[in-house]
């Protein structure tokens, strides 16, 4: 996990190097900077940088794309076919062949939805990917930033299971309304990525509500 972990910051490191030149780069020819910032490179590396950077940037592009969607949709199609489906646990009279057309309905299910979001990201946005990605974010790791914290730091108090849904529902729900009023109630504040800090704040405080110490018996 260490060494993981340092490597994810040097790679990262390097983008936002790399990103940082780009500016440079373009600043110092005398280049416009289009409106949002994920048009810059393909901007650069298709117009104004010689033929073989396009190439190795369209091959570059179509890599990555299609090794990240890759490894998404058979991580949901298999998710969702053991979670939801019970795939291995399934006691009916379930053929291979049926099993395995519904696995193939469920991965072009997939398929279609995440096209479905590409479109959405590609005509509604106003502002670059990373940007709402980070903002997205802030609502849906939130949670999990709460229960790993409170799982590692209060291993001695035990959470009543089924109330656990609906505080990690609430906790985003209450930042997402905040920050809709933050300007009003906060006096001018607006919340950035600091949100997913108070959404992992509110959950872990929630959690910690829904608790009690481990070695009292407690139906759950």
């Given amino acids: 996990m260490f060494t993981f972990s340092g490597i994810v910051f040097l790679v990262n490191l390097m983008f936002v190097s790399l990103g940082a030149l780009l ?13 949002i910032s994920d048009h810059l490179f393909p901007t650069l590396a298709l117009s104004y940088f010689p033929p073989i950077a396009s190439v190795m940037f369209l091959l570059g592009i179509l890599s990555a794309t299609h090794a990240s969607a890759d490894a998404a949709l058979t991580s949901l199609t298999t998710s969702f076919c053991v979670d939801f489906l019970n795939f ?5 009279s379930s053929s291979p062949e049926q099993l395995r057309r519904t696995r193939y309905a469920v991965h072009i299910g997939f398929s ?11 005509y509604s946005l106003d502002s670059s990917v990373v940007s709402t990605l980070f ?14 914290a409170f799982g590692l730091f209060v291993p001695h108090r035990q959470v009543r299971d089924r109330f656990v849904p609906i505080i990690g529902v609430l906790s985003p729900l209450l930042c997402y ?22 959404n992992g704040l509110l959950t872990f405080l929630g959690l910690w509500a829904i608790s009690y110490p481990a070695n009292k018996k407690i139906s759950a």
Avoid: C
């Fill in 88 to 92: 291995q646990k399934r006691t009916d």
């Fill in 135 to 148: 903002k997205v974010a802030n609502y849906t790791y939130g949670p999990l930033l709460g229960l790993y």
């Fill in 177 to 198: 309304i905040l920050g809709l009023y933050s300007v009003q109630w906060l006096g001018g504040y607006v919340f950035g990525n600091e949100m997913l800090i108070l």
């Fill in 23 to 35: 500016y440079i780069y373009a600043t110092q020819k005398g280049i416009a900077l289009p409106e």
């Fill in 112 to 122: 279609l939805l995440l096209l479905l979001f590409i479109l959405l990201f590609r």
